[in-house]
T-cell receptor, first 111, second 111 residues
């Protein structure tokens, strides 16, 4: 089964700073998810990527399949970006047996 | 378009009482269905997944069970809740791995 490590666990930054969250996994995968969870608990899917880089607004996700590593970047961070960011990968690499999740990065952006 | 419903949104139950959480998906056929749980201070964990009616796979031994009586209905149950069953329960669906789409979640508090 895949294992996921995320870092940092907690991150506090000032508004406008460039944010990087890292994710490593143990088993080769077909794709990796970045998710956002707000205090109410609901999960929003930000990205699913299998290679290279994806960008959506101020969010950028990159993945290096050979290194089994992905990063999530936030440019010009804003207090509304405060949330828990979670990396997730297929539990067994690519089958239908669900996702394995990192423990999440709790991000706080201060005005 | 596809939608996923979960109810109730929040639930407070006494120890020893039964539990039934329901998840339904609209706008797709023969989805894979998943139940995840996030216990307090912990990451999301896969509980059950189903690739078809009546087909349930369990990932971890626990006080819970799942059933899939219809193609787009997934039910999470318990005969007697424990304090440790408290948490945030997420249902998800997929028709093409590794994509997954998450429901709004149910926050369960067992007192």
């Amino acid at each position: 089964k895949n294992e996921v490590e995320q870092s940092p666990q907690n991150l506090t930054a000032q508004e406008g700073e460039f944010i990087t969250i890292n994710c490593s996994y143990s088993v080769g995968i077909s794709a990796l998810h970045w998710l956002q969870q707000h205090p109410g608990g609901g999960i929003v899917s930000l990205f699913m990527l299998s290679s290279g880089k994806k960008k959506h607004g101020r969010l950028i996700a990159t993945i290096n399949i050979q290194e089994k590593h992905s990063s999530l970047h936030i440019t010009a961070s804003h207090p509304r970006d405060s949330a828990v960011y979670i990396c997730a990968v297929p539990a067994s690499g690519g089958g239908a047996d669900g996702l394995t999740f990192g423990k999440g990065t709790h991000l706080i952006i201060q005005p | 378009s596809q939608t996923i419903h979960q109810w109730p949104a929040t639930l407070v139950q006494p120890v020893g009482s039964p539990l039934s959480l329901e998840c339904t998906v609209e706008g797709t056929s023969n989805p894979n269905l998943y139940w995840y749980r996030q216990a307090a201070g912990r990451g999301l964990q896969l509980l059950f997944y189903s690739v078809g009616i009546g087909q349930i796979s369990s990932e971890v031994p626990q006080n819970l069970s799942a059933s899939r009586p219809q193609d787009r209905q997934f039910i999470l149950s318990s005969k007697k809740l424990l304090l440790s069953d408290s948490g945030f329960y997420l249902c998800a669906w997929s028709v093409m791995e590794p994509s997954q789409y998450f429901g709004p979640g149910t926050r369960l508090t067992v007192l």
